[in-house]
C-alpha cells in the first residue's frame, strides 16, 4: 500500500475526523484555515482517491458526498504490514518495532492478540 500524499491525507483526515459524509467544499474550507488550496485541486484530488477506492461518493443536489472505504485504523495496519514485508526478516523487524512501544501499547497489543484468539 503506497502512503497517501500530502492533500490525499489532508482530506481523509477530514473525513477521518468528521465521521460523516462531506462536501469538497466542506474540506476546502477547512483546509484552507491553515494553508490555502483550490476548489479545483481538492475536487481532483478527492476524484482520485474515489478511483483509487479510498472514498465513495453520492450525489446531493448537485454536490457530490464523499465517505471513506476505510478507516484510519485500517489504513495504519495496512501501512504497518507493508513496513513489515520489506524486512527480509519479519520477526526481527516486528521484534525491533515491540522494543519501541510503550507499555501502554504493549498492554494493547497482548489484548488485541487475545481478542483475536492468537495468545494463550
Known sequence: MRRLGELEAEIMDCL?????????????????????????????????????GWLLRGKQGRAWLYSPVRSREAYSAALM??????SEDRPVALAHFVERMSEEEVAALRKALRTNGRQT
Open 16 to 52: 477521518w475526523r468528521w465521521n460523516r459524509p462531506a462536501t469538497v467544499r466542506e474540506v476546502v474550507d477547512n483546509i484552507n484555515e491553515r494553508r490555502p488550496v483550490a476548489y479545483t485541486t481538492v475536487m481532483t484530488v478527492a476524484t482520485i482517491l474515489f478511483n483509487k
Open 81 to 86: 504490514e507493508d513496513a513489515l514485508g520489506a
